[in-house]
């Protein structure tokens, strides 16, 4: 689980989801069989879970879509699965946002997005119950051709997300709408070309939404002082604060390269405290 603390935007325009207080702290859980294969299990897990604060739980669920292409019978028992963990984190007051990543999804699969939005808008009708949101964790900059592709491939993404917020907003679904960007993509550590500032067309991009979020991956192991998470996410603050839109702070917490991006094996006291 990678867990998130949700910061609140002055004049942020979402009313529900998150983030909603200053106290909001979200978890995501990227690996569907915990809660396809061990319902029970995953339950206890979500007690933890709810003992340790959690308020927000980001599902992945982009196995669904491939079920969608490849095997639409499976579609209805995993969805109902996701019913489960929805109505388990109800009586958590635990809200369950649907989750999708996958990097091509904003290059080469550009379909798969919108087959997403149908995804969650079949569970609501399945399960008579809808979905805290819908964030998409869709990251380009994973690929291996992301170093010969920079340009084009932030203009796809870019495409993306205009895309996405417009079907969102025209498909009228509930609840909230975000996407996970680099802290980079305020243009000031280099990663690219000089005077690239792809954070302010994907934030205009995000008007057509009303409880609309962006979550910055500012990897690290600290968030006071020189390069540190409060340091990297000045200017994307500032930006999102412009365009209205609230932002949630991503932390990693998994065993990851380099150890400075991560609190893997430092203690729950560092973690509070970094959050604090």
Do not use: C
């Not at 989801?17 to 690996?31: E, F, I, K, T, V």
């Not at 994973?142 to 796809?156: F, I, M, Q, R, S």
């Amino acid at each position: 689980l990678v867990i998130t603390v949700a910061l609140v935007i002055r004049n942020a325009s979402i009313s529900s989801g998150p983030p909603s207080a200053a106290a909001s702290l979200g978890a995501y859980q990227w690996d569907d069989r915990a809660w396809v294969d061990t319902p029970l299990t995953f339950k206890n897990s979500m007690d933890r879970m709810h003992s340790a604060g959690v308020t927000d739980l980001y599902v992945d669920i982009t196995r669904a879509i491939t079920y969608v292409r490849q095997d639409p019978a499976a579609v209805a028992p995993y969805l109902h699965a996701l019913g489960v963990v929805l109505v388990n984190g109800s009586k958590r007051y635990i809200r369950v946002h649907a989750l999708f990543g996958d990097p091509t999804w904003a290059t080469t699969d550009r379909q798969a997005p919108f087959d997403a939005l149908a995804i969650v808008r079949r569970f609501e009708k399945q399960e008579g119950r809808p979905l805290a949101g819908v964030q998409f964790d869709v990251e380009p900059w994973g690929l291996p051709t992301w170093p010969a592709n920079k340009a084009d491939y932030v203009d796809h993404y870019l495409s993306f997300v205009s895309e996405v917020a417009s079907s969102f907003r025209s498909s009228a679904l509930p609840g909230s709408l975000g996407f996970a960007v680099p802290y980079w993509f305020d243009g000031t550590n280099g990663a690219l070309s000089r005077g690239s500032v792809p954070l302010v067309p994907l934030l205009n991009s995000l008007r057509p939404v009303t409880r609309r979020y962006i979550v910055v991956m500012a990897y690290r192991d600290h968030a006071t002082g020189a390069n540190g998470t409060i340091e990297l996410m000045a200017a994307p603050l500032a930006l999102a604060e412009h365009f209205k839109v609230s932002v949630i702070a991503g932390l990693e917490l998994g065993n990851v390269q380099p150890p400075s991006t991560t609190y893997y094996a430092r203690s729950a006291a560092d973690l509070n405290q970094a959050l604090g």
